[in-house]
């Protein structure tokens, strides 16, 4: 285990009496379903609340996604969450699951669902590279909600700039819906929610801070600061990386009654457990 890896499993131990102490009872409110349609951030991208996760470790090019499921496989799994009313599918390129998107296209019409991609770019040249490749994959000419991926330092921007620059133009010529940013550090998750840049951000959030930037009441003022900046706000670990999943029930309590989150993405890896989540988030959004 390394530093960062033990650092994580200290934040989860520091915050698992959040489980106990979260008020659940002040928290109930209107029922939420999956499919529940959401407006994200000034650009009004339209998502469903429950995105369809890719990237379960998600790296160099592979994910559990894509080893366990393959091509066909994870097309059907995009297939059936359509069928459930889930549009919004979640891919990086770090993951591998371009051609994954590509292949489940073929079947459902591409106006109606919600692609994200991530980006590891820095410079104008290497977006201007990934923007056109990214495309190609896909099999599409636009992508909806395009991140750069895993910010950990306080002056991403300055090290981003090009990328930007990049990112917005094509914003502006409608091959890209909205722009920002995913955060693996407190840091650079305080300064996103400064930064006028930043239109939806992909934070991490469960309710004991596993594989989290801070503990759980930290991080949610930090998105509560973006939502009041007008920003859009995408939860991502929700059930800390798997780590969490025998609590699966909790930590949906927990991010549907978080006001600063928007929706959130779940990295599924087969029919029965989207079909658990489809079926426990109703049930966790208004259980006092």
């Not at 891919?91 to 079947?107: F, I, N, R, W």
């Not at 004991?208 to 007008?230: E, I, N, R, S």
Request: glycine share 10%; hydrophobic share 40%; aromatic share 4%.
């Amino acid at each position: 285990m390394n530093r960062r890896e033990f650092a994580s499993w200290g934040v989860a131990a520091a915050g698992a009496l959040a489980f106990e102490s979260f008020p659940r009872h002040l928290h109930a409110g209107p029922k939420k379903l999956a499919s529940d349609r959401v407006k994200l951030g000034p650009m009004g991208v339209e998502v469903s609340r429950l995105a369809v996760g890719t990237g379960t470790n998600g790296v160099g090019g592979s994910s559990n996604q894509t080893r366990k499921l393959g091509l066909s496989g994870l097309a059907d799994l995009f297939h059936a969450a359509y069928d459930q009313g889930i549009t919004f599918w979640d891919s990086a390129d770090q993951y591998g699951t371009h051609p994954h998107l590509k292949e489940a296209l073929k079947g459902v019409p591409r106006e109606r669902v919600t692609i994200l991609s991530k980006t590891h770019a820095s410079s104008e040249k290497e977006m201007r590279a990934d923007l056109d490749r990214f495309r190609r994959e896909l099999g599409t000419d636009r992508i909806d909600i395009l991140l750069l991926h895993c910010m950990m330092d306080a002056d991403w921007p300055e090290r981003k700039k090009g990328a930007m620059n990049v990112i917005a133009e094509a914003r502006e010529k409608g091959i890209v819906g909205t722009h920002g940013i995913s955060c693996h550090t407190l840091e650079a998750l305080r300064t996103a929610a400064r930064h006028p840049w930043v239109q939806v951000q992909l934070a991490r959030i469960n309710p004991a801070g596993a594989v989290m930037d801070a503990d759980p009441k930290t991080v949610v003022g930090v998105l509560k600061q973006m939502k009041a900046a007008g920003k859009g706000v995408i939860g991502m670990k929700i059930l800390g990386a798997g780590r969490l999943r025998a609590r699966a029930g909790e930590c949906l309590e927990f991010v549907l009654a978080q006001d600063c989150v928007d929706c959130f993405t779940i990295g599924v890896e087969n029919r029965a457990e989207l079909a658990d989540l489809v079926k426990r988030i109703p049930a966790a959004s208004v259980r006092g």
